[in-house]
């Protein structure tokens, strides 16, 4: 019970509300400065007594959590602890009649067995106010009207300057005449503008030329060539064709696309002609000769291509498939030096050697 009541001292020196979960609460409440009965003429400090609540005893925490910081254990185990100590301090107050609850006073039993609280006279929750004495308030109130009053001197009131007063100017008399005259010139001109814009919506202005309505500037009139000036001579129209595949573009005139239309019509003649005889790959051919380097003047990714370029050259060339790719060459020799003399005759200036 002596934990209980360390920190319940210890929280009601800074908090105004203690709960002793079950049993109840208590609060602090502040007095203002009064009177001292027992000494005429002084005045006492403000003080804090202390109340008990029986109807508050829901736990809010408070105790528990303070148990838990000083004596390092879980906040369950402190509330189990602060759960303990409130029962012993019910069951000594019960049995004894009045239990001694530290320096803040006693508790002792009521009817029907309720609790009470009796707090006591030098209570230590009034530290806040323990630096303020008692005021002998005779003494201060013959200092007050001893002191001399310094007379306030109010500032003279100025007056501010009259505004200066100015003649209005007198009434302007129109005449009747006048005010018709007035009225007809302002219908005249209402009607002229009427008329403006209606002249102005049944004939729009036009202009005068065509090509300016797209400039300020004047545009000049276009002049005729001389009758003596040769014409130029007609530019051959060239065709871009893209290559098969992604191979590129050749750019061609009429006439060589219709050549090469037939040679790739004899071509494709001529593929067929070798698949129904037997497509016999034709490095057989170059194989019987003995040659390891063939001289490539092309490759193509299909045999259809490879051929189709053979067909067009007109040459006698053959085709070797090697690494997925048709290459087309047109002589083969029995060592590198050998095939890059050929390499130099064959008539393609990027010919290249491959190895069987």
């Known amino acids: 019970m002596n934990l209980l009541i360390r920190h319940t001292e210890y929280l009601l020196g800074r908090r105004d ?13 502040t007095d203002g400065a009064t009177l001292d009965p027992r000494r005429p003429g002084y005045m006492l400090p403000p003080r804090r007594r202390i109340t008990f609540n029986s109807a508050i005893t829901a736990d809010d925490g408070l105790l528990a959590a303070s148990v838990s910081r000083a004596a390092g254990v879980t906040p369950d185990e402190a509330r189990r602890m602060v759960a303990s100590a409130v029962s012993d301090l019910r069951r000594r107050t019960l049995a004894d009649g009045s239990a001694t609850f530290g320096r803040l006073g006693y508790f002792r039993t009521a009817d029907e067995g309720v609790l009470a609280f009796a707090p006591a006279a030098d209570a230590p929750v009034n530290d806040r106010f323990a630096a303020l004495a008692a005021v002998a308030v005779d003494a201060a109130t013959e200092r007050r009207a001893a002191t001399p009053s310094i007379p306030v001197v109010k500032p003279a009131p100025t007056a501010e300057p009259a505004a200066p007063r100015t003649a209005l ?81 050749v750019t061609l005139t009429p006439e060589e696309v219709s050549a090469r239309k037939n040679l790739i019509a004899e071509a494709k003649k001529a593929n067929a002609a ?5 497509d016999a790959k034709p490095t057989a051919a170059k194989a ?36 997925g790719k048709c290459r087309v060459y047109a002589a083969t020799a029995a060592t590198y030096a050998e095939a890059d003399k050929l390499r130099g005759n064959c008539g393609v200036a990027d010919a290249w050697i491959c190895r069987r």
């Not at 509300?17 to 409440?29: E, Q, R, W």
């Not at 005259?181 to 814009?197: D, E, K, P, Q, W």
Request: net charge positive; aromatic share 4%.
């Open 17 to 29: 509300c203690v709960v002793l979960p079950g049993l109840g609460a208590l609060i602090c409440a």
């Open 169 to 249: 100017p007198a009434p302007v008399k129109v005449s009747r005449w006048r005010k018709m005259r007035n009225g007809a010139a302002g219908v005249a001109a209402s009607l002229a503008v009427l008329v403006t814009l209606t002249l102005f919506a049944l004939n729009p202005i036009r202009m005068a030329t065509e090509p300016q309505k797209a400039s300020i500037a004047p545009i000049p009139a276009p002049t005729e060539a001389p009758a003596s000036a040769v014409p130029a001579a007609a530019t051959p129209r060239r065709l871009t064709i893209g290559l098969p595949d992604g191979n590129g573009y």
């Open 274 to 278: 070798h698949a129904a005889v037997g």
């Open 288 to 323: 019987d000769l003995g040659g390891r380097f063939c001289v490539i003047v092309a490759s193509f990714p299909t045999m259809a291509q490879a051929r189709t370029y053979i067909a067009s050259s007109g040459k006698d060339l053959e085709v070797l498939e090697k690494d």
